[in-house]
């Protein structure tokens, strides 16, 4: 059962990475103004920030779908959405109306003080699914479970794998 | 079999057990280690060809537009490009006044059909000198790009045609702007505009179809969101914001 919790973890944190990563991929100087936006970062390491961020979101989104190397993936989501809660917590403490650039887009939005509880919310809801991952990475259809052979200790043996 | 020697094939079976386990664990970690270091050099390669593909330059593209000297502008209002403000009217004005504006977008076109043209007299009166800051931030707003392409053309059009030929095709643009979510103008309108507003088409074409202004424009919107400024129509008297509906008080 908890196998099938970490699977649907891992598809829906995934697959938000690879749609939000995918869709900035396509408009990277956009992106940089978005990450500028939030004025929480040095000028100095916006660009490259703005730039790596979408690479960086597609792999997780990947690795996780594909359920390898899942419990530092996760570990990554995990502090990549913990950022995010801080930044978009901290423009709407700010009094910033700035569109989150979640999924691509960024720069201002008239509607934005609307928006971001429900983008917090979210966030929070995907962070949990990531450290569920992290505490748990062992789930279904993982190639993790493929490639590394499970630990094993001197006292049992058995491929754990035979539990099911 | 006596005792010592059972006790010490257990033993030894026991290191034998215990090795195997170690051996296991380090393979373990080396396969992990291995996965970890084909993904980082996987991403890096990636995202290496693709800023490289994005840097490269394009024998297309003009670094920046000119200013072309045309007839319709001898004698006429004096203009001057500089970084990203295309200024237009009397250097020596008493004030400046700076519109960062986007083609895409309705509160600037909006904003140019209420006070355009006061602007204008006020510049020909001498009063203030335009600073346009023309940026290509909306294209998600469009199904074909039209931010960057209409702001691609207005360059265009002021790099080969000048001034008024510009300022026409600005204003015509901002009167008949495409509804937001749809398609904008394809390219073949925005040559016919310019041609209406005065440019000449065999110049217009070429640079119209190939973007020739993109890498400009993605610089000018850099330099904007770099000011702080992340929404269009922002105005400026003199380098402080001001409130849109205000500007025709603050030049008094």
């Known amino acids: 059962m908890k196998d099938w919790i970490g699977l649907v973890a891992r598809l829906v944190t995934g697959g938000v990475w690879l749609v939000a990563g995918w869709k900035k991929l396509f408009d990277l100087p956009e992106n940089v103004r978005a990450v500028r936006a939030y004025e929480l970062l040095p000028e100095a390491v916006v660009p490259a920030v703005g730039h790596a961020l979408p690479f960086v979101e597609v792999t997780v989104g990947l690795l996780l779908i594909f359920g390898l190397l899942t419990r530092l993936m996760a570990g990554i989501s995990s502090l990549l959405f913990i950022a995010f809660i801080i930044g978009i917590a901290s423009a709407w403490a700010r009094g910033l109306q700035i569109d989150c650039g979640c999924f691509g887009g960024g720069g201002f939005d008239a509607d934005a003080a609307s928006k971001y509880p429900v983008e917090i919310a979210r966030d929070v809801g995907l962070l949990a699914l990531s450290l569920w991952l992290v505490v748990r990475p062992r789930s279904r259809w993982a190639m993790d479970s493929l490639l590394f052979s499970p630990r094993t200790t001197l006292e049992r043996n058995d491929d754990v794998e035979e539990e099911h | ?252």
């Open chain 2, 1 to 252: 079999m006596s005792k010592k020697s059972t006790d010490q094939t257990r033993s030894s079976r026991a290191a034998a057990a215990i090795n195997a386990q170690k051996a296991a664990e380090r393979n373990r970690y080396l396969m992990i280690g291995g996965v970890v270091l084909l993904v980082v050099v996987l991403l890096v390669v990636v995202m290496a060809v693709v800023l490289g593909m994005n840097a490269k330059p394009d024998k297309n593209q003009k670094a920046t537009p000119s200013i072309a000297t045309s007839a319709a502008d001898a004698g006429g209002t004096p203009a001057e490009l500089k970084d990203f403000g295309i200024f237009v009217g009397d250097p020596e004005a008493p004030k400046t006044v700076t519109i960062y504006e986007d083609l895409q977008c309705p509160a600037c076109a909006n904003f140019e059909a209420v006070v355009g043209k006061p602007l204008a007299a006020a510049m020909d009166a001498g009063d203030i000198r335009i600073e346009y800051r023309m940026v290509g931030i909306l294209d998600r707003y469009s199904t074909n790009d039209y931010s960057s392409r209409a702001l691609n053309a207005a360059l265009t059009v002021l790099d080969t045609a000048g001034l008024e030929a510009f300022r026409t095709f600005h204003d015509d643009l901002f009167v008949s702007q495409p509804a937001e979510g749809g398609p904008g103008f394809e390219n073949d309108e925005l040559i016919k505009r310019a041609v209406a507003a005065g440019a000449d088409e065999d110049k217009v074409t070429k640079p119209i179809e190939d973007k020739a202004f993109a890498q400009w424009i993605v610089k000018a919107n850099d330099a904007m969101s770099r000011e702080g400024y992340g929404q269009t129509p922002t105005v400026l008297v003199d380098g402080e914001e001001v409130e849109q509906d205000k500007v025709l008080e603050e030049i008094q």
